[in-house]
């Protein structure tokens, strides 16, 4: 059982390029989330799914966008890659809200320069 | 929003109980108490959570103050693979974009 599988595990962008950070889940999860984890600190909310064409802003969306058309995909775009962007990305899935333990891939760790 | 604090660090000898607190004062009846720990270069994995009843699994237990307003994390027989950062986090039932992880402990396993 794969989980939650991000990938690239690691990218070195320009400034001014554009991505996809890729994640699936193999668990039939509706929830999807998009973490990013700044040196030393703890994770913030980017953008998360509640199901297949459903997406809402986090805590911290701007310069990124995502979509849902499946169940198991949730791609986070970066638009014009910006130093500010340069961290550790975490995709996370729970079968629903609130009440139920999320599920975390290993990460993308992202260097914009 | 109700926000939690924690230690930022803390030391445990390897087969000794640790006990790692966590203050949510601002906590709302609708909060669930939420733990997880983040490895090394990995991501979170999820601990526990509970509401208002202490919670026991096979990882940890979840001891939480009659009046919520804190919490404890309890690793009955540390080992050096618990070293972590340890999150407490609160889920509100009302809007999800509020799950806000702070710095967390770093817990340190001492052979």
């Known amino acids: 059982n794969a989980g939650v599988t991000q990938t690239p595990k690691f990218r070195i962008l320009k400034i001014g390029q554009s991505m996809t950070l890729q994640c699936a889940q193999d668990?039939?999860?509706?929830?999807m989330y998009w973490y990013r984890q700044d040196p030393g600190m703890g994770l913030k909310l980017i953008y998360y799914?509640?199901?297949?064409?459903?997406?809402d802003k986090g805590e911290v969306p701007n310069g990124y966008n995502v979509s849902r058309s499946t169940t198991e995909d949730f791609p986070l775009r970066l638009e014009l890659a910006a130093p500010s962007q340069t961290s550790v990305y975490f995709c996370?899935?729970?079968?629903?809200?609130?009440?139920?333990?999320?599920?975390f891939g290993d990460g993308t760790r992202l260097s914009i320069l | 929003d109700a926000k939690t604090t924690q230690p930022n660090s803390m030391e445990s000898n390897e087969e000794e109980p640790v006990h790692l607190p966590c203050n949510h004062s601002t906590i709302s009846g609708t909060d669930y108490i939420h733990w997880y720990r983040q490895l090394p270069s990995q991501g979170p994995e999820y601990v526990i959570h509970g509401l208002t009843s202490n919670v026991n699994n096979r990882m940890a237990s979840l001891a939480i103050a009659e009046d919520r307003k804190s919490s404890t994390l309890i690793l009955h027989r540390a080992t050096l693979r618990d070293a972590a950062v340890y999150y407490c986090i609160l889920r509100d039932s009302s809007s999800y974009d509020k799950v806000i992880f702070g710095p967390g402990t770093s817990l340190s396993v001492i052979p």
């Open positions: 799914s509640v199901g297949a064409g459903i997406t």
């Open positions: 996370a899935s729970s079968y629903s809200g609130i009440n139920q333990p999320q599920h």
């Open positions: 668990m039939n999860h509706n929830y």
